[in-house]
């Protein structure tokens, strides 16, 4: 993953005003983290109209470090503690992880 400018994401302001830092994969996967009220999340497959999914964490610091470390094909890397599409929730403290909507 490398990050990138507004320019080089090619994405409209608007979509672009959303998120504090962008990535790009190396097969093209526009991702950015994005701070919601209680926590941040983290956007996989950025479009002009949406996002495919997203993982959420408990800081900034967190979100850019799984940015940093994903490969743009394997499961997220780092302290995420819900990811979205699947359902999945860790408790970061004792690595427990359930599924839960």
């Not at 097969?27 to 997203?54: A, M, P, Q």
């Not at 743009?72 to 408790?91: A, C, E, F, Q, V």
Request: glycine letters at 6%; hydrophobic letters at 40%.
């Amino acid at each position: 993953m490398k990050l990138i400018t507004a320019e080089e994401s090619k994405l409209p302001q608007e979509v672009i005003d959303m998120y504090k830092v962008l990535g790009k994969t190396d097969n093209g996967i526009i991702c950015g983290v994005h701070r919601l009220v209680f926590h941040w999340t983290l956007h996989i497959d950025i479009s002009d109209y949406s996002w495919e999914d997203k993982y959420c964490f408990r800081n900034f610091h967190d979100a850019i470090e799984a940015l940093l470390m994903w490969d743009g094909i394997s499961d997220m890397p780092g302290k995420w503690n819900r990811h979205l599409k699947t359902g999945r929730r860790r408790n970061l403290e004792t690595g427990e992880e359930w599924i839960a909507y």
